[in-house]
């Protein structure tokens, strides 16, 4: 009976002394909600630290180009400035977490992409295919591909394509930021 009556007793000490500390959950993975950010110019944005439940949240915010979008360095409060992309980090301020996020300020968001018209190519000619997203947005940037490169080849930063051999290729241009934002265009290859 003394040995039971002991081990309550120390029991309770030991709850009683866990109690006493605060419960303390570090973040095990510093998020951004979002990888992109689009804002109009004189636009807020208020960042937050993931997960909302983590104690340690003390963090150092930076643009890294204020001319373009601002932060406030402790709260993660962004502000679009000027028309252009920057990158706004953060770092947890014991250095352990860090965190990115791209924001694009004035632009209006691309929603979708058009290739302009090919014209047929004569084998061995090239052709710089053009969309309408560079001079709806300058500071997107579009991929290229050819889905028949044994036909037509493409640049995927130019978009200049190359006329291989006698057929249709057809060819892809697709938003860097967003891969489902894409246009296909058949070019036809002729002798």
Not at 12 to 29: A, G, K, P, Y
Not at 36 to 52: A, G, H, Q, R, V
Request: glycine share 4%; hydrophobic share 40%; charged share 20%.
């Amino acid at each position: 009976m003394r040995n039971i009556k002991f081990f309550l007793l120390s029991s309770v000490i030991i709850l009683f002394v866990s109690c006493e500390n605060e419960l303390e959950i570090n973040t095990d993975d510093l998020r951004l909600n979002g990888n992109d950010l689009y804002l109009d110019i004189e636009e807020t944005f208020n960042s937050k630290i993931l997960p909302t439940n983590a104690t340690m949240l003390n963090s150092t915010w930076e643009s890294m180009n204020p001319d373009i979008a601002s932060v406030e360095k402790h709260t993660g409060v962004i502000t679009g400035v000027s028309n252009g992309k920057t990158t706004i980090s953060v770092v947890q301020n014991d250095g352990y977490f860090t965190g990115e996020l791209i924001v694009t300020v004035g632009y209006d968001r691309i929603t979708d992409i058009s290739i302009y018209p090919i014209p047929d190519l004569p084998i061995d000619s090239n052709y710089i295919a053009e969309t309408n997203v560079i001079e709806d947005n300058p500071t997107e940037t579009v991929i290229w591909e050819s889905m028949n490169p044994e036909i037509a080849t493409v640049d995927p930063v130019s978009g200049n394509i190359s006329a291989i051999s006698v057929g249709n290729a057809n060819i892809r241009a697709t938003l860097e930021s967003n891969t489902n934002i894409f246009d296909d265009r058949i070019v036809s290859i002729i002798d």
